[in-house]
């Protein structure tokens, strides 16, 4: 079932000239964490119960969510009594998080897991923009409100129920081989790999799945130069989006092996990662085919109609990962962008 729904979702995609994919639940470009130590912080202990009606349900905070490092997406979360729901502006993605996280033994004290807490605070937009860490996602506002609260540990937290992270669910069942197969010829034969080659070029063989020696890596894709060969590892992916993400971020690769000189010469002044747990972080290589992958999503998405805040979520884009905006403009250049309703905007900087 789910298999039959990737496979529809991923014919239903993308088109050559960049139709905006269809998603699903959106994880990131990292395997499933092998434990959740970091996760863990230190915490009241679970028995006290105090007044939990300072608890702010029903608020709202608007922003952009960036789950498992993917690009981010614009939408909502809603405070409950219950939990943390995000809720997408495209409305295909609604997720819910505790406002505990389970209880943990540590040097035989117990300690709760905080779900929500600030990252950093980033001006490099002229204003405040908080990015906050909830569970595995960063969500980045501009008015934070009661999240800020949250990340405070206020008492009335002590009353809220701990709960159990949700284990992250595989895309595909990593021992049905023929599924993981199908999966990555779909891809590779979609319209959105079109869309790659067209960019990137096509590697000179199919694509294979990622090795023991990469998996032991933690590679959930790789491009090897030598071979002018692409792999996937759809089994540890937990989404399409991480899937589509992994193939526009190796294709990045196949780019900086065959013209390292013309990428260096796009790269000046690109400020580096400023969230030092998100992938790419102080390496450059893997920084720009993250900024590339990010780019290519952003004109995925708002391929189908010009969004009139399309400049704003592009500077979340670039928040998140410094060099998506100069990506961006270098691909709406391209023959395959030529028909993108942001072309205008972004290669003359008019807003039509
Ligand atoms: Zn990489």
């Excluded at 502006?89 to 905080?114: H, I, M, N």
């Excluded at 595995?136 to 159990?164: C, I, K, N, Y």
């Excluded at 790419?280 to 085919?289: F, I, L, S, T, Y």
């Excluded at 708002?302 to 905006?325: I, K």
């Amino acid at each position: 079932m789910r298999a039959a729904f990737l496979l529809l979702a991923l014919a239903l995609g993308a088109s050559a000239s960049g139709e905006p994919f269809a998603s699903g639940s959106a994880e990131g470009y990292r395997g499933p964490d092998a434990a959740d130590s970091a996760r863990v912080a230190p915490g009241p202990a679970p028995h006290l119960v105090r007044d939990r009606t300072a608890l702010p349900a029903g608020a709202e905070i608007g922003g952009f969510l960036s789950p498992r490092g993917l690009p981010p997406r614009p939408g909502r979360f809603i405070v409950t009594d219950t939990g943390l729901v995000f809720l997408s502006s495209d409305g295909r993605l609604a997720q819910t998080y505790p406002l505990a996280g389970p209880v943990r033994l540590r040097e035989g004290r117990r300690w709760r897991a905080q779900v929500v807490s600030l990252a950093y605070a980033d001006s490099g937009l002229g204003r405040p923009v908080y990015v906050f860490r909830v569970d595995g996602a960063v969500f980045g506002t501009e008015t934070p409100g009661p999240l800020l609260e949250m990340a405070g540990r206020p008492t009335w937290l002590d009353s809220v129920t701990s709960r159990e992270w949700r284990p992250d669910r595989p895309l595909v069942n990593p021992w049905d081989t023929a599924t993981i197969w199908l999966v990555t010829r779909s891809i590779e034969r979609s319209a959105y790999a079109d869309t790659l080659y067209a960019l990137f070029g096509r590697p000179a063989r199919p694509v294979g799945l990622v090795g023991s020696r990469g998996r032991h890596a933690g590679r959930l894709g790789e491009y090897i130069a030598s071979r002018d060969s692409l792999a996937l590892d759809p089994a540890r992916m937990t989404s399409e989006e991480q899937l589509r993400h992994a193939m526009a971020h190796e294709l990045a690769h196949r780019w900086q092996a065959r013209a390292p000189g013309q990428l260096r010469t796009l790269w000046q002044g690109i400020a580096p990662i400023p969230d030092s747990r998100r992938y790419g972080h102080n390496r450059v290589p893997e920084h720009q085919a993250e900024a590339i992958a990010f780019a290519v999503h952003f004109l995925q998405v708002t391929a189908a109609a010009a969004a009139p805040d399309a400049s704003a979520l592009l500077d979340q884009y670039e928040l998140l990962v410094p060099g998506t905006r100069l990506m961006t403009r270098y691909f709406a250049l391209q023959p395959v962008y030529a028909r993108h309703p942001l072309r205008r905007m972004l290669t003359t900087g008019v807003l039509d």
